[in-house]
């Protein structure tokens, strides 16, 4: 298993600023997974993040909007860019330790509202 | 598009009360995972399924995979308050390091 922090626990932000959520993580992993979640929904994933190489976001989700930064195997960000109303939402980051069976761990979340 | 559909999408009901939750698709996946989260937190691991058929209790909480690796199912037991959350299934396609796919999740009501 592993544990995962997450900064800040919540934000409230104006439209046109940009917000980074760190990840933080007790042990080194190689992968590491950001996903966006409307409460009580299920999760979508925004991107994979592998320490040493590019982040690959998934259909709908672009670098521009979304950069991901993963400096080592412990750490990685995720910016909100130039935030709209209908980013709002909760933002959530894993990891998958390494297992045979691809289980992963979360952090507790970031909850942004833009306004 | 989404792969693993759940059902129901929400169910509330009294303490005592059993229910089952379902995790269906039309795709086969190597493993299946089970999550709750709670308000507030991230999802949290319930268990693994890898086997065809195979069926995992923990406390009252029963798993199973379907024989052909395209399904599962959550069975509760005298559900209790505690119980309460969003249960969302998982399920890899194959082995090694990859992305899960998620399941369109199932939010569960436990009344006093």
């Keep these: 298993s592993a544990v995962i922090s997450q900064k800040p626990s919540r934000d409230i932000c104006q439209r046109g600023t940009s917000l980074t959520i760190q990840c933080q993580v007790d042990s080194q992993v190689t992968m590491m997974f950001w996903y966006r979640q409307q409460p009580g929904q299920s999760l979508t994933l925004i991107a994979t993040a592998n320490q040493g190489s590019e982040a690959t976001y998934e259909s709908g989700f672009v670098i521009d909007k979304f950069p991901i930064s993963r400096p080592n195997l412990t750490f990685s960000t995720l910016t909100v860019s130039n935030m709209s109303p209908e980013d709002s939402s909760i933002y959530l980051c894993s990891v998958e330790p390494g297992g045979v069976y691809n289980e992963q761990f979360f952090g507790p979340g970031t909850r942004l509202t833009v306004l | ?112």
């Excluded at chain 2, 995972?33 to 709670?38: L, N």
């Excluded at chain 2, 119980?83 to 998620?102: M, S």
């Design chain 2, 1 to 112: 598009t989404q792969l693993l559909e759940q059902s129901p999408q929400f169910l509330s009901i009294q303490e005592g009360e059993n229910l089952t939750v379902y995790c269906n698709s039309s795709s086969v996946f190597s493993s299946l995972q089970w999550y709750r989260q709670e308000p507030g937190e991230g999802p949290v691991l319930l268990v693994t399924v890898v086997t065809g058929g195979e069926v995992k209790k923990l406390k009252r909480l029963t798993f199973q995979f379907g024989d052909a690796r395209k399904d599962s199912s959550l069975h509760i037991t005298a559900a209790q308050p505690g119980d309460t959350g969003l249960y969302l299934c998982a399920g890899a396609r194959n082995t090694g390091f990859q992305k899960l796919v998620f399941g369109t999740g199932t939010r569960l009501l436990v009344s006093p």
